[in-house]
């Protein structure tokens, strides 16, 4: 039987079910999965924490959604529990994750560069004054990394453009809790951070974007190396 969900750390813990009721159930690629509706009872969740769930298993190429029809599973053998086929899993996520982030984070940077306010500068230079800090001090700084990259969305003054990003933000959220189980493995990024803020605030978007660039870089390079 399928477990009813604890509201903590919502839709990974229902992915997690949705991959324990495929394999206990032995279904096989391209077999079907409950409706949407029947998964929510199941779960006893929301559509929007199902349909999150559904985006990371869709991006790991375990389910596939087929509008109007249906859920069908698409790898089964792909997340069987072992230590190495997981961290693959996780890696594909993360890659397809990240050419998300460039695509957004790159438009939100380019017209943050153009939009920005007073306001909104002084905001970024007191989150990147606490990330230094903690930086000084060893202490954990992906929350505070996180809010620096949601204030460039701001900055942009685009509301389709936030909607959007609002939308699989709990997705983007992997990159700064604990990726591949090492809350550090992106702490070389750190250096991009100032300069990649005195670009959008000196209206420089090519600075910026050459900034973010280097940062995702690295981030796609840490997570092939992992």
């Known amino acids: 039987m399928v477990k009813k969900i604890n509201r903590r750390q ?26 949407m509706e029947q998964l929510t009872r199941m779960l006893g969740v929301g559509r929007s924490s199902l349909r999150e ?4 298993l869709e991006a790991i190429d375990i389910v596939k959604i087929v509008n109007g029809k249906g859920i069908y599973v698409k790898d089964a053998d792909s997340f069987r529990y072992t230590g190495k086929v997981k961290i693959e899993n ?33 905001k970024m230079r007191a989150c990147l004054d606490i990330y230094d800090e903690r930086k000084r001090n060893n202490l954990d700084t992906s929350d505070i990394d996180y809010e620096f990259h949601q204030y460039i969305y701001q900055a942009a003054g685009n509301p389709l453009l936030q909607s ?11 990159f700064f809790n604990e990726p591949l189980g090492d809350k550090t493995l992106f702490d070389n990024t750190y250096e991009f951070h100032r300069p ?26 840490t997570i092939r190396n992992f």
């Open 10 to 35: 919502l839709h990974e813990l229902v992915s997690e079910e949705i991959r324990k009721y495929i394999e206990e159930k032995g279904l096989k690629e391209g077999d079907r999965l409950p409706s």
């Open 53 to 56: 769930a559904l985006r990371y």
């Open 90 to 122: 996780e890696k594909k996520f993360l890659l397809h994750i990240l050419d998300v982030r460039r695509a957004l984070e790159g438009k939100a940077i380019e017209l943050a560069a153009m939009r920005i306010t007073e306001e909104m500068k002084e």
């Open 164 to 174: 959007v990003y609002d939308s699989i933000s709990e997705l983007i959220k992997r």
């Open 196 to 221: 990649l803020f005195e670009g959008i605030a000196n209206h420089d978007p090519e600075r910026a974007l050459e900034q973010f660039h280097k940062m995702m870089d690295v981030v796609e390079q």
